[in-house]
């Protein structure tokens, strides 16, 4: 069984072009032919960066108090 986070129907041009690219790199159809890696300074402050991201307390609730008026 498939299950879909959209209803299959009418999109637009770009939703269209963004899909068909997602296919592309889920099926490894239009990888580079240029190996990219990560030098071991890279991978480092990568991975500092994901634990320090863990430092920061979730809340329960979300406050729109806390944000400015703009973005409401």
Known sequence: MTIFAMEA???SK???TTEAW???QARNM???KIPQS???KEREQSMQRW????????????RWEK???SDR
Do not use: N, R
């Not at 320090?52 to 329960?60: A, E, L, N, Q």
């Open 51 to 62: 634990l320090d991201s863990y430092k920061y307390v979730i809340p329960d609730f979300y």
């Open 67 to 69: 944000v400015g008026s």
């Open 22 to 24: 997602l296919q592309l």
């Open 30 to 32: 239009q990888a580079s």
């Open 9 to 11: 129907g009418p999109s």
């Open 14 to 16: 770009a939703q269209q």
């Open 38 to 40: 990560a030098t071991p």
